[in-house]
């Protein structure tokens, strides 16, 4: 390998393990070795480089959520910004050195493919901010939308950083994009009630993020000191640590929806020590809430109408859908209250049908009043095909719509993740 191969070899991977202290004195010892070479292709190319440790150490830090970002002196210095002037710069640079010599042919190639690399990049700054626009003031997350979107970042970039040198640049943003891909499909496979492919997506998201924390192996964070990171275990970057938190919602969100299926697969006692690790143990909530404020029941019910593959397990390709039962039940709190009120089940499930439109917009709790046995339905969807239902005895206690209307709203917004998409902003 050419000395200028090896060097950038060690400069990318240096900037793709956020080792950008390193990788900036990298760069001064080169340009010190290297001094009669400064106006060159290869001189050029080392004025660029420590924009670009700045910028991805940036990046990793969430700093594409934020209007100001240290270490750039521009007046706009969105990170977005940034990127797109090193992009031009890049491009300039490239079209100055091709065809000049071996060094000037290598330049060329180099900058040809970080342009691409940070195409990609400004492409996942749109995409994390349209998962923020999205979320705010709580509407509804539009999964297929933004599956769709990462899906084609991922298509239009499949064969940039194809240069040797780059292999460690190309590694990380193929993670971060494979990572975004199987959270959304969990996402999208959830809102359908898909037990299987739930799974298979949050493991695929699992075995990436683990791919990708080994690769961010930042030793500089392990200062010696006496002050309160002394010894502290390895601090990962924002991005990585949200990306976490999102999975840790997806895979509580997941264990609520199938959670019957699940509990057979354990005792009792493994099931409560399991769901007690989860980010968010919602059966819990819901147990304790059906509990304290003795309401009849609390539900979740499923659209299935539409929907192919749909349930609590594995089906069969080549099994008949039952469509007789269009509104199943994923979760009843107490258990026997599906078994013993078939007619509460079956007005549950004709005023479902009445107020979709209502249901749809997921911006209000539906109560609906059955005279015949005094009682009142809560409905609130926490996806566009799962609605929340509370049933609970009217003119019992004049407060006990307030507890429901409370327990409901907060519980929903929470199965949503609407918060943690929010928080993409809030980071800092």
Request: glycine share 4%; with cysteine; aromatic share 10%.
């Amino acid at each position: 390998m050419d000395h200028e191969e090896e060097f950038l070899n060690t400069f990318f991977t240096q900037v793709a393990q956020l080792c950008t202290d390193k990788a900036k004195e990298l760069i001064e010892k080169e340009r010190g070795s290297c001094r009669q070479t400064q106006m060159g292709p290869w001189g050029m190319l080392l004025m660029h480089l420590p924009q670009i440790a700045v910028a991805e150490h940036s990046y990793a830090d969430m700093g594409f959520l934020h209007t100001k970002n240290k270490g750039f002196l521009r007046k706009d210095n969105s990170l977005r910004t940034v990127y797109e002037l090193l992009k031009s710069d890049l491009k300039r640079m490239e079209e100055m050195t091709r065809g000049t010599n071996s060094i000037g042919a290598t330049v060329a190639e180099v900058s040809n493919q970080l342009c691409q690399y940070i195409t990609a990049k400004i492409q996942l700054i749109d995409f994390y901010e349209k998962m923020y626009n999205m979320s705010i003031n709580s509407k509804v997350m539009k999964y297929q939308e933004l599956l769709q979107y990462i899906e084609g970042i991922v298509e239009s970039h499949s064969l940039s950083c194809s240069h040797l040198a780059l292999t460690a640049f190309k590694t990380s943003l193929t993670l971060e994009c494979e990572i975004l891909v199987q959270l959304t499909k969990a996402q999208v496979e959830l809102q359908h009630w898909r037990f299987l492919s739930t799974l298979m997506s949050l493991y695929g998201a699992q075995a990436r993020m683990s791919a990708w924390e080994r690769t961010l192996q930042n030793k500089e964070s392990w200062k010696l000191g006496f002050g309160a990171t002394f010894l502290k275990a390895n601090q990962q970057p924002a991005l990585y640590q949200w990306l976490v938190k999102l999975r840790s919602n997806i895979l509580a969100k997941c264990s609520l929806y199938f959670h019957t299926t699940l509990s057979q697969q354990a005792s009792p006692g493994e099931m409560r020590s399991i769901m007690s690790k989860q980010n968010v143990d919602y059966y819990h909530k819901i147990q304790s809430f059906q509990r304290k404020h003795d309401v009849l029941a609390v539900l979740i019910i499923f659209d299935s109408r539409g929907v192919e593959d749909s349930g609590p397990g594995y089906r069969h390709p080549r099994r008949e859908p039952n469509t007789s039962e269009h509104f199943p039940v994923v979760l009843s709190c107490p258990g026997m209250f599906v078994q013993n009120s078939s007619t509460h089940l079956e007005n549950i499930q004709k005023r479902i049908k009445e107020r979709q439109a209502e249901l749809l917009s997921m911006d209000k709790i539906i109560y609906s009043k059955n005279v015949k046995d005094s009682c009142v339905y809560a409905m609130y969807n926490t996806d566009p095909r799962m609605t929340l239902v509370t049933v609970f005895e009217s003119g019992k206690q004049r407060d006990k719509e307030s507890h429901v209307t409370s327990f409901m709203t907060d519980l929903c917004m929470q199965i949503r993740c609407n918060k943690v998409y929010e928080s993409l902003k809030l980071s800092k």
